[in-house]
């Protein structure tokens, strides 16, 4: 328990526009007054951007949902035996694109995958290679720092190499999935088979190096700390202290349903979101953008967001899967006047990004 007068100490550090110390952090999470939160997050998002809040008409394509990792924290990934399971053919991926292009405002693909224990580098590759000659016009965001460090464990090639020879294929940046909570504690306990963390924030690092903008986000709302929390914040504001690479950090919060951890962890609740979204905002003061995930918060959390630091909202999606396998009960898609009117309702002007968010 601490005194009012601790946070107003923070207020006034934010206000000279000094950083904030990871005490500081912790204090922040301890803090039961949200509006006071919400007040000083959104001071920081308008002295930042204004009000301007971005969105993009993008379609998500996911490959494959066979995946060798499993994370206790995921609903999406299967066996090769599984019932459900499905791996895309580069038709398939075409068919997708070509139904989701028949909106002509369409701008950016979003391709993102489990890790396949049979697929090459090179069958990622194709896919790429393929829905960049088909779609030129069309922005191409995919993959993770997990994927990216997978394709260097299966291939031999160094993660420079192979992101170079994606960037050559028509990839533009890389989303920001995977992160998860940047801690080894968590990681080992949750997900021990894919990337740790010191090797996702390499692979940002040389994607920033090789002028390839990357996103960031945080899965939290299950095993983690707060603490750790803070920590995850630190590490990426430390890394984009280093690079600038950087575009848009993404807050998650755990969807359990039909997940491993679905008896002992229950759903984060509004007010934890909206929390753990300003105190983002007020971390990571070298990121221009906080995004409000719609499809994990669902559209009216999302909504709200927009004044707790929040200043983007994502996109159309245009049939989403892997979070509804978790439970996401927001819909699978917006269409793009639905999210203009959202972010006109919350007094902040919409303008469309051209999918690189």
């Known amino acids: 328990m601490f005194v009012r007068g601790e946070l107003e100490k923070i207020e006034r550090k934010v206000e000279r526009g000094e950083r904030l110390t990871r005490d500081d952090g912790e204090k922040l999470f301890a803090c039961h007054e949200l509006s006071w939160l919400g007040a000083l997050a959104d001071f920081v998002r308008k002295k930042i951007c204004c009000d301007v809040v971005y969105y993009n008409v993008n379609c998500h394509v996911n490959l494959t949902n066979i995946c060798v990792s499993r994370c206790k924290f995921c609903a999406f990934g299967r ?3 599984t019932r459900g399971s499905y791996a895309m053919t580069i038709d398939d991926a075409v068919k997708l694109v070509e139904e989701a292009a028949v909106d002509p405002n369409l701008t950016g693909l979003h391709i993102v995958s489990g890790l396949h224990p049979t697929w090459t580098f090179e069958n990622y590759l194709a896919f790429v290679e393929t829905l960049h ?3 030129p016009a069309l922005y191409i965001k ?3 720092g997990v994927e990216i460090q997978h394709f260097a464990d299966i291939s031999g090639l160094s993660v420079e190499e192979i992101l170079r020879r994606l960037k050559s294929a028509g990839l533009q940046s890389i989303a920001g999935g995977g ?3 940047l801690t080894d504690r968590v990681r080992n306990l949750l997900c021990p088979k894919k990337a740790t963390a010191d090797q996702w924030l390499n692979v940002a690092r040389t994607a920033h190096k090789l002028g390839i903008k990357t996103n960031a986000s945080m899965l939290y709302g299950h095993i983690e700390t707060l603490s750790e929390r803070v920590e995850h914040l630190i590490r990426l504001r430390e890394l984009q202290d280093e690079t600038g690479g950087f575009q848009t950090f993404i807050c998650f919060p755990f969807l359990p349903k039909n997940t491993a951890l679905e008896r002992d962890i229950r759903q984060t609740t ?3 979101d909206l929390r753990t979204m300003a105190i983002s905002r007020l971390m990571l003061d070298n990121f221009r953008n906080i995004k409000a995930y719609w499809v994990m918060l669902t559209v009216p959390v999302a909504q709200v967001a927009l004044s707790f630091g929040a200043n983007d909202i994502d996109g159309t999606i245009h049939r989403e899967n892997i979070l509804h396998d978790a439970g996401a009960t927001s819909p699978r898609s917006l269409a793009e006047d639905e999210i203009i009117r959202i ?3 919350a007094g902040r002007i919409p303008v469309a990004t051209g999918g690189n968010a």
């Open 79 to 81: 066996d090769v035996e």
């Open 133 to 135: 000659q088909k779609f």
């Open 142 to 144: 995919g993959f993770t």
């Open 179 to 181: 992160a998860e909570i």
């Open 270 to 272: 509004m007010w934890d």
């Open 343 to 345: 972010i006109r309702d």
